[in-house]
């Protein structure tokens, strides 16, 4: 059973950091392309962050480009999100989620939120003074 746990979400000053982690089970991790979305209140979800499987190509939205660093560590099947410099826009659920089988951000896939099958919980982050 494929299983995304997301964690290191909390209230932070704008200017603030955090890191956030999925952890990742019952799949074959290191083969997939995985994504970081997120969804603020009232709006529709987002695709804030996109890796390929081996973790050496990436890609961003620009509403966090040069803020947020998507990385991953395939030897704990685990995906990060380094989130800086937050902004009270920022403030959402975010999730991470598994690319469609078949589906590799080599091949030009996983730009669209209807690419990825498999979601975690979430984790919240509100950026407030």
């Known amino acids: 059973e494929v299983q995304l746990v997301e964690s290191g979400g909390g209230l932070v000053q704008p200017g603030g950091s955090l890191r956030l982690s999925c952890a990742a089970s019952g799949f074959t991790f290191s083969s997939y392309t995985m994504s970081w979305v997120r969804q603020a209140p009232g709006k529709g979800l987002e695709l804030v962050s996109v890796?390929?499987?081996?973790?050496?190509?990436?890609s961003y939205a620009d509403s966090v480009k040069g803020r947020f660093t998507i990385s991953r560590d395939n030897a704990k099947n685990t995906l990060y999100l380094q989130v800086n410099s937050l902004k009270p826009e920022d403030t959402a659920v975010y999730y991470c989620?598994?690319?469609?089988?078949?589906?590799?951000?080599?091949?030009?896939?996983?730009?669209?939120?209807?690419?990825?099958?498999?979601w975690g919980q979430g984790t919240q982050v509100t950026v407030s003074s």
């Open positions: 890796i390929n499987s081996g973790g050496g190509s990436t």
């Open positions: 989620a598994k690319i469609v089988e078949g589906f590799d951000y080599g091949l030009g896939h996983g730009s669209n939120i209807y690419e990825y099958d498999y």
